[in-house]
């Protein structure tokens, strides 16, 4: 699943490293969801979003919402 992880931490300035200890995981989880390696569960999801402040559609792409942005 594709998603702008990446982009809001840049907003945020913040590292992989910072965003893994707000969220209580690993900076690998946090490297292998922007990668699209691994998709995070719909708990950790919502903590990212709820993190950045926006809604999950936000933060995730699914379907054809990929080809669109």
Request: charged share 30%.
């Amino acid at each position: 699943m594709k998603n702008r992880i990446k982009v809001y931490r840049a907003m945020h300035d913040l590292t992989q490293e910072g965003l893994a200890n707000e969220l209580g995981v690993t900076r690998q989880t946090i490297l292998a969801i922007e990668k699209g390696k691994y998709d995070p569960s719909l708990e950790l999801a919502f903590k990212i979003a709820r993190f950045f402040g926006v809604a999950i559609e936000e933060i995730f792409l699914y379907g054809d919402a990929t080809e669109r942005k």
